[in-house]
């Protein structure tokens, strides 16, 4: 129960837990009992769930893609995750956004001498460390970093990699596998949480609306929809979780127009029947995880009014 407290906190909105990165969570979390279990989303595409965000793959004789890399400590779990589905090397290696349970494998993974791809956002801010944090090491940063999208031709499948709005950070991207038709949509898009707004990395209330919505216009009925935490969805979750946050946003701004405060916002926890709408696997946020959500929100709505 601790751990799945402490995996929610993570996987939540404690933008206090990302600014200093990994290494802290490394330090306050075990992460030895950690298993990786391997899920099979369609064709040659899959996802590895440990701790941390969803490691989507896609397997074939051209090699591994893979992207995001969770936490250090479970690099050489997610190495032999990865050679039990696959005996061809791990090619790339893509950063859906900068946080530290999604990219904090990125040394061990880089001195692999696989090439690791970003939007330009997430290797700046990597490379200044984030909110914070010691400097990643040249090694751990992007090589490969794209402004608007990438395309990589491999096994068959074409995989786009395509930059957000400032939705939970600056730096979002959304990777589409056409022929498999399924969206890894990054931490704009969970199943464990409330939607997470980073505004020291550059997110954005209203980016977030607008990058659900690119992922709606994306994606088709079928479309097999892989958040940053959680289970694969579809594009009716999707739209689901953008119309709840589109109300969140509507009732936080009513009463920053009213003039209430961050306190008396939380107080009130104006958002508290859509938390279940929000989270529909795994425990329901507490009262920290919500205030945290509501202390995000309240800053992000008062910044973009
Ligand atoms: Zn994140």
Not at 74 to 80: D, F, G, P, T, V
Not at 196 to 223: E, F, R, S
Not at 282 to 294: E, H, I, S
Request: charged residues 20%; neutral net charge; aromatic residues 6%.
């Amino acid at each position: 129960m601790l751990q799945t407290n402490s995996k929610l906190a993570l996987c939540s909105a404690p933008f206090a837990l990302f600014a200093v990165g990994s290494a802290l969570a490394q330090g306050q979390q075990d992460f030895s009992a950690v298993q990786i279990k391997t899920h099979q989303v369609a064709g040659n595409v899959y996802y590895l769930e440990g701790q941390g965000g969803n490691v989507g793959l896609i397997i074939g004789d051209d090699g591994v893609l893979m992207i995001d890399d969770q936490f250090a400590p479970l690099s050489e779990k997610l190495q032999a995750a990865i050679k039990a589905l696959s005996t061809k090397p791990v090619r790339m290696l893509v950063n859906t956004h900068v946080h530290g349970d999604h990219t904090g494998g990125n040394e061990n993974f880089g001195k692999l001498g696989l090439d690791i791809v970003a939007h330009d956002n997430v290797r700046v801010r990597l490379a200044k460390g984030v909110n914070g944090a010691a400097p990643s090491p040249a090694v751990a940063l992007p090589i490969v970093t794209f402004g608007d999208k990438i395309t990589f031709h491999l096994n068959g499948e074409t995989v786009t990699v395509g930059k957000l709005p400032p939705a939970h950070t600056d730096g979002d991207s959304y990777i589409h596998f056409a022929k498999a038709d399924v969206i890894h949509t990054g931490d704009v898009f969970r199943t464990t949480g409330y939607p997470g707004v980073d505004g020291g990395n550059g997110g954005t209330v209203k980016g977030t609306i607008d990058a659900l919505q690119a992922i709606v216009d994306l994606a088709g009925p079928n479309t097999k929809i892989l958040p940053g935490h959680g289970v694969v969805s579809t594009r009716d979750d999707v739209a689901r979780f953008r119309t709840n946050t589109i109300e969140a946003q509507r009732r936080i701004s009513d009463l920053i127009k009213q003039g209430m405060t961050l306190e008396q916002v939380i107080a009130a926890n104006p958002t508290a029947d859509l938390a279940p709408k929000f989270v529909t696997t795994g425990p329901q946020p507490d009262k920290a995880v919500t205030d945290r959500f509501l202390t995000a929100f309240y800053n992000a709505v008062k910044a973009e009014q």
